[in-house]
């Protein structure tokens, strides 16, 4: 099985970085996605990861640990429409486990 | 392209109710797959497809039934709803390799 954590909720100020953490417990790993999903809509695709290291997307990055079972996005520049819910999703191997598990999200508040 | 298409936007059922919430992509997506989500709980899997007439069961399929006799539609039956049934339904596709595409949700109540 698949076990993810994320942080529930963050804060930030506009203009400001901010970083989210997931962690993950997994039988098998496949990939590690990022989605952006704004309150009443449906998830968006941010990033995917499935080396280790960092990839970057404007202002988006996500970082991969493998050993560690850890990643993070990165969203730098916070813009008001920011404001939404990340999710962190998981990639397990073979069959079934194509289809990602996900975490419960972080909510994320930008501020003026 | 219309992506992934879902139907009914809303929906509102008395409990006993049967209904089947329509789901369509035209991306020839072999993958496609059913998840809830409700407040505080992300997004949990129903079921599954990896292609025409295969399916399996997620996280959480009790009370729920799927078909896939094409590539195109991945219908769920929801055969006898159920006040802990209310939440938005999101189906999804993709090619087994990267992101999946989600439809923009169905919002169920149960009363």
């Known amino acids: 099985g698949q076990n993810i954590d994320q942080p529930t909720e963050m804060t930030a100020t506009e203009g400001a970085i901010v970083q989210i953490n997931c962690t993950y417990q997994?039988?098998?790993?496949?990939?590690l996605f990022w989605y952006q999903q704004h309150a009443g809509e449906a998830p968006t695709f941010l990033s995917y990861?499935?080396?280790?290291g960092l990839e970057e997307k404007g202002r988006f990055s996500s970082f991969l640990s493998r050993s560690k079972g850890y990643s993070y996005l990165l969203l730098k520049e916070l813009q008001m429409k920011d404001s939404a819910s990340y999710l962190c999703?998981?990639?397990?191997?073979?069959?079934?486990?194509?289809?990602?598990?996900f975490g419960r999200g972080t909510s994320l508040i930008v501020h003026p | 392209n219309a992506g992934v298409t879902q139907t009914p936007k809303f929906q509102v059922l008395k409990t006993g109710q049967s209904m089947t919430l329509q789901c369509a992509q035209d991306?020839?997506?072999?993958?496609m797959s059913w998840y809830r989500q409700d407040p505080g709980m992300g997004l949990r899997l129903i079921h599954y497809?990896?292609?025409?007439?295969?399916?399996d069961q997620g996280e959480v399929p009790n009370g729920y039934n799927v078909s896939r006799s094409t590539t195109e539609d991945f219908p769920l039956r929801l055969l006898s709803a159920a006040p802990s049934q209310t939440s938005v339904y999101f189906c999804?596709?993709?090619?087994?390799?990267?992101?999946?595409?989600f439809g923009p949700g169905t919002r169920l109540t149960v009363l």
């Open positions: 999703a998981v990639r397990g191997e073979g069959g079934g486990s194509y289809i990602p598990t």
């Open positions: 991306m020839n997506h072999e993958y």
């Open positions: 997994t039988s098998g790993f496949n990939g």
């Open positions: 999804a596709s993709g090619t087994g390799y990267n992101e999946q595409f």
């Open positions: 497809s990896v292609g025409a007439g295969i399916t």
């Open positions: 990861n499935v080396l280790d």
